[in-house]
């Protein structure tokens, strides 16, 4: 039998190990327990309470994947982010023979939008489920408006993002989801504190009841205030689980478009890639359209603090004002307009390699392009020139951001250098 300063030891540790998993005791963590600081646990709680749909940001306006692999974008080189969970967009393009295109699309990411069993504590800890959230399909259907170009476009495309270095969600820096709630709002903290205490004394009279020792006419009694603790305990944890919830809420109305949030990932490091079928009728043609050929592309984006996930972040002016994107896109068996002859569409291949420098802040900045485009025609001459473009992104309003450029293909050979443009709107559901 164990003597009583023994099961006292025995008690303590048992005490020690659950107030440390609950970072409430500074005495209790002093044991070999693996426990979080006491300051942070309660967003740990939240983490697990909360769904990842609850927690939607809105930190960037990426160009619609299906908008880049119909060239339907004002810039030819995507952004590298992840968009929105559920986001709708229209442009008007002039494309490089000067003809105007409109385009409407809409993005969405079916795993984050399906599944409301999915928690921030799943996306954050579990590398498969950030992966699956991050799967987006898009689609995309545009028209032609010129004599010259009516054709009838639409894309289907499948981007996964691969990496994005400053997920807001995720990391714990400067300018995270964490950070943003611990500056706008009070965490549920004396409820957690009564839902630990109530813990500790249930272990003490688990372990009472446990011991070979204990007289039987002392079970009944301390069976009775197990009970009673035991409802006690499982009313608490519902109210701090509410609180949870509410702090949430109360957390998301301010962190959506928090400008500290937006600041510490609009130009982060990142990799995607999309693949999209492509459909579409010809000038020469009536009837449905029907599937013409097969795009793929890859898009980069280096940001440059690579020590911006760290808590002691002090982003560097690169770091703060600046993003190099690149992008690789292939178009096989697509039609594309004959340059001897612009009324007429050839089945061709292209290749667009392209880099798209970006500087200024999340809400407004400007960004220049340059392109190569290479174009191959069977059994005619190939069509290879450069493009530059210029303009700008801007976030509008919560959800709402703005694309613009102005572009001029050189290096034509014997074909004239024609003027481009480009305005793209895209609104984001935040909730």
Known sequence: MKSVPARAATWQARVGVVVCAWGLSAWACGAPVDCRASQEQWFYDLERSVSLGETRVDVAGPEPASFVALGVSPF?????????????SGAQVWDDY????????????????????????????HRPYRFASRIQVSFAISKGESAQDQTTRFAPTFRIVFHEQRDPRVHRGPGSLQDCFERHVTPPTALRAQQAALDAQLQILDARMGDPALDDAERPALESRYAELEAQRDVIHAQYVTALQDTVRAGMKQCRDDPQVAAYTWNASGLAIGISPSFRDRNDQLGSIAPRGLVTYATGAIGFDVGGTKRAYVPTFFGKYVQVLGQVLYRLNEPLPDPQDQKRYTDA???????????????????LELAWIHDWFDGEPNDRFGKVSAGMDAHLAKGTW????????FERGPLPDELSAGISIKRALLH
């Open 402 to 409: 703005l694309s613009v450029s102005v572009g001029r293909t």
């Open 349 to 367: 291949d292209e290749l667009v390699t392209s880099m798209r420098l970006r500087g200024g802040t999340s809400p407004l900045n400007a960004d």
């Open 98 to 125: 000067g003809h105007p295109r409109a385009a409407l699309g809409v993005d969405f990411a079916p795993v984050a939008l399906a599944d409301s069993s999915l928690t921030l504590d799943d996306y954050q800890h």
């Open 76 to 88: 030819l080189t995507g952004q590298a982010l992840a968009s929105s969970d559920i986001a709708f």
